[in-house]
């Protein structure tokens, strides 16, 4: 896992254990529009579902089910029926917005391609994630009410996705377009309350936990 940023501030997280947590509308709105960071779509997508022609009880029980789920608000009484039943041209709209969330934002990839994707200077090794965001978790929930939610990769899209069946959507704080996909991101993130959400500082905190030196060390970077 490798965080990129500054050489000032990639030396403060390796040698003083200072973090930057920040949030999911501070990258959307954020007036700078530093590039690397600033993304007006982030956490969101429009998601399509299209249903051009399906028939159900016919031998397909598994994506009868997964329909069923979809249309039975809109058609009442779907699941009662268990003769042979056709629809066709149903197509579905759904504006996905992701709550606001705080994050950690890092890379799969030890690379010069990836570290100019984030306008860096600098590449710091996590060594430890577990141990690295177990600290953190521990500082954050002094500040507010928060749930950690674990580090997963980030999924490059178009803006429009087409889903068959919207059970296997993506959620929207993991979706960003195709123009950020050489960052190759790790996205931890927290949860927050509604009833907290007011109370969060969109710029993001700065933490300094001397114990995250243990799990941080400056790396070359590979040139490729």
């Known amino acids: 896992m490798f965080k990129y940023g500054s050489k000032k501030y990639m030396h403060l997280l390796a040698e003083k254990g200072e973090v ?4 999911i509308h501070g990258y959307k709105y954020m007036e700078e529009q530093k590039k690397g960071v600033y993304d007006p779509l982030d956490g969101e997508y429009i998601n399509r579902l299209f249903i051009d022609d399906h028939t159900f009880n016919n031998g397909n029980p598994v994506k009868d089910a997964m329909l069923r789920s979809e249309l039975s608000p809109i058609f009442q009484g779907l699941d009662e029926i268990d003769t042979p039943i056709r629809i066709s041209g149903i197509q579905f709209e759904d504006h996905r917005i992701s709550p606001n969330r705080l994050v950690f934002c890092s890379s799969y990839e030890n690379s010069v391609s990836v570290m100019k994707e984030f306008d860096a200077e600098c590449c710091v090794q996590i060594t430890n994630p577990k141990m690295f965001y177990m600290l953190i978790t521990h500082e954050i929930s002094k500040l507010i009410e928060t749930e950690f939610m674990g580090t997963h990769k980030v999924n490059y899209g178009n803006y429009n996705r087409h889903n068959e069946i919207r059970l296997q ?3 929207p704080e993991l979706a960003k377009t195709r123009d950020y996909i050489g960052q190759k991101e790790l996205r931890t993130m927290w949860y927050i309350p509604n009833e907290f959400m ?3 500082d969109n710029d993001g905190y700065i933490f300094k936990i001397p ?3 243990k799990f941080c060390k400056i790396v070359k970077v590979n040139p490729y």
């Open 20 to 23: 930057k947590i920040g949030t």
């Open 169 to 171: 959507q993506l959620p």
């Open 198 to 200: 007011h109370l969060v």
């Open 211 to 213: 114990q995250l030196k």
